[in-house]
């Protein structure tokens, strides 16, 4: 049974630091691309970091400089750092499992809250 839980949400003031965790287990995480993704009350669901099995990485532009995706194959877990936080950052994040840039496998998500 294949899962992805997410961890390390919660309530940060403006220009605070988080660093949400994702944990797999029942698929050879070493092969696939591995994403974090958002989705804000009444909006899409949002690309946010995407990091390949050979550790490229991209980013969205509203989050360039701020977050930082990593993974440890060893462990089965892909890492989203994000410094610098703002209000509009808000949102649910959600791990997501990609092959041939496809998301196969959810997590059930982990909230964030930007607020003073």
């Known amino acids: 049974q294949v899962q992805l839980v997410e961890s390390g949400g919660g309530l940060v003031q403006p220009g605070g630091s988080l660093r949400l965790s994702c944990a797999a287990s029942?698929?050879?995480?070493?092969?696939?691309?591995m994403g974090w993704y958002r989705q804000a009350p009444g909006k899409q669901r949002e690309l946010v970091a995407r990091i390949t099995s050979g550790g490229s990485t991209n980013y969205a532009d509203s989050v360039k400089g701020r977050f930082t995706i990593s993974r440890d194959n060893a462990a089965n877990t892909v890492y989203l750092q994000m410094n610098s936080l703002k209000p509009e950052d808000t949102a649910a994040y959600y791990c997501?499992?990609?092959?041939?840039?496809?998301?196969?496998?959810w997590g059930q998500g982990t909230q964030v809250t930007v607020s003073s």
């Open positions: 029942g698929i050879i995480f070493s092969i696939y691309t």
């Open positions: 997501g499992a990609l092959l041939n840039t496809i998301v196969l496998h």
